[in-house]
């Protein structure tokens, strides 16, 4: 397996991963980790493409995108981040729904209705 | 293109399986502070990755911004968020009903500890 | 209390159907770049073809600000939206920049005063160094950005001379430059973004300088904008030891 084929289906593996927990996980931090945990995959699947080009340098073009792209991703993660501490301050809760993080049975599921 | 079996393949393969398991530890982890914490090593683990594949301007950029700065606005918002990992399940005492509470019992009722 | 290591995941139908998700499309992508030929070169030497007239020798330098400026002009433009889109959202605090720290630790207070005045002046090789080796506006606005943090860590807040509309006009003053140069352009008969070839040192130096200060100005208040200053801020994470 070459260098490019290794970070390449580290990429992928990565992405996977963090786009199960960013599915799982409820908490609205753990939301915001899962997805900068996938930009980061992505990111190593992109230069490790660029690393295929014959010759002694890589394919700049992806590079300059992942640049963009790192940006990008601090940019969505602090306006997330706000956006999360003010849900905080105003509901209390850091989960958007709570009821989704409980297991219901059918026959519970009114009585745990407020 | 590399090939095969070259000088360099331990270090990427430490890389990656390091890279694979930081991932996994993060995303399974329940304290908030424990995977902040993880996460900025896991930036750091990720430049190191960048140098390996020959961009050594994104790893600049991603030491800096990736692990740095993304860690230091996470830190901030789970001490703002005091570091509860999750709402937590509250039995009714009285019908047995369930329900999420977001508070402790021990705590008093304002959330957010007096923002706005 | 035993309910804070016990945290309650989502259902299991969810979960099964996530997994059953993420285990398909991981294997789709895996896929899709093993499937990738092997002779595949990419831009690579269209690039190396087009980066003496660039006007800079470094390639990555040359796609972000010259042949991929549009993303860039794009990029940031994003950062922008991002600070106010912060500051909007942040709540009564926003844009004040109090000390955050309790007492200025003085260990901490000491690292200050002198990494400080190094990153900065880091940040400004890596500005003039992005033409020639790795470096450029992204690396050294990060740079200053974190210097920054720094100090707004250990407890040095805003400075009384630096105002609100100076720190704002500061951060929008990269995507104007930008926004000029590429009208600029267009004046003086080339088409949007395009620099005429005689200049293009000049203004990508001048644009990178612009961006850098920008990106600064803007990493730094994306950070204080929306931290919470002492006086509101409960111990950090105590309840989560042990």
């Given at each position: 397996m070459s260098q490019t084929d290794l970070y390449a289906v580290a990429g992928a593996a990565l992405f996977a991963f963090s786009l199960y927990g960013l599915m799982t996980r409820p908490h609205l931090l753990h939301k915001i980790l899962a997805l900068n945990i996938m930009s980061s995959g992505i990111f190593l699947i992109l230069v490790g493409i660029a690393r295929r080009v014959y010759g002694p340098d890589p394919d700049p073009v992806p590079h300059a995108m992942v640049l963009t792209g790192i940006v990008v991703a601090v940019s969505m993660t602090s306006y997330a981040l706000a956006l999360a501490k003010r849900i905080y301050s105003v509901t209390g809760s850091a989960v958007l729904d709570p009821e989704d993080m409980l297991d219901h049975g059918a026959a519970s599921s009114e009585a745990s209705r407020d | 293109m590399i090939t095969g079996v070259y000088p360099g393949l331990v270090y990427d393969l430490v890389i990656v399986s390091a890279l694979l398991w930081l991932a996994f530890r993060i995303l399974a982890e329940v304290k908030l502070f424990k995977a902040i914490v993880l996460f900025i090593a896991f930036g750091l683990l990720v430049a190191l990755a960048w140098v390996r594949l020959a961009a050594p301007d994104i790893a600049l950029a991603e030491a800096a911004i990736g692990a740095g700065i993304t860690g230091a606005l996470l830190l901030d918002a789970a001490g703002h968020m005091r570091g509860r990992a999750a709402p937590y399940p509250v039995t009714d005492?009285?019908?047995g009903a369930e329900s999420v509470g977001t508070k402790r019992p021990d705590e008093s009722a304002t959330a957010g500890g007096g923002m706005q | 209390m035993k309910a804070v290591d016990a945290l309650p995941k989502s259902p299991l139908g969810v979960r099964v159907v996530a997994g059953g998700v993420c285990v398909a499309f991981g294997a789709l992508l895996i896929q899709a770049t093993l499937a990738i030929p092997e002779g595949e070169t990419g831009l690579a030497p269209l690039v190396a073809e087009r980066l003496p007239e660039s006007?800079?020798?470094n390639a990555v330098t040359a796609c972000l600000l010259n042949f991929r400026g549009y993303d860039t002009l794009l990029e940031i433009a994003v950062l922008v939206l991002a600070a106010v889109g912060v500051m909007a959202v942040g709540g009564s605090h926003a844009s004040a920049w109090k000390p955050l720290a309790r007492q200025a630790d003085p260990i901490l207070s000491a690292l200050t005063r002198l990494l400080a005045p190094v990153m900065v002046l880091v940040a400004g090789y890596l500005l003039w160094a992005g033409e020639h080796a790795p470096g450029g506006a992204f690396q050294a606005g990060s740079l200053i950005g974190a210097a920054g943090v720094l100090l707004t860590l250990s407890g040095?807040?805003?400075?009384?001379?630096?105002?609100h509309l100076a720190l704002r006009a500061v951060i929008a003053v990269g995507f104007i430059v930008f926004v000029a140069i590429a009208l600029g352009g267009m004046m003086v008969?080339?088409?949007?973004?395009?620099?005429?070839r005689e200049h293009a040192k000049t203004l990508m130096l001048l644009l990178e300088t612009w961006l850098t200060v920008s990106i600064g100005a803007i990493l730094v208040s994306l950070f204080f904008a929306s931290a919470t200053p002492i006086d509101e801020r409960t111990e950090l994470m105590e309840t989560d030891r042990g």
């Open positions: - | 005492p009285e019908s | 006007g800079v020798t040095y807040g805003r400075p009384a001379w630096v105002s008969g080339g088409a949007f973004l395009e620099y005429p």
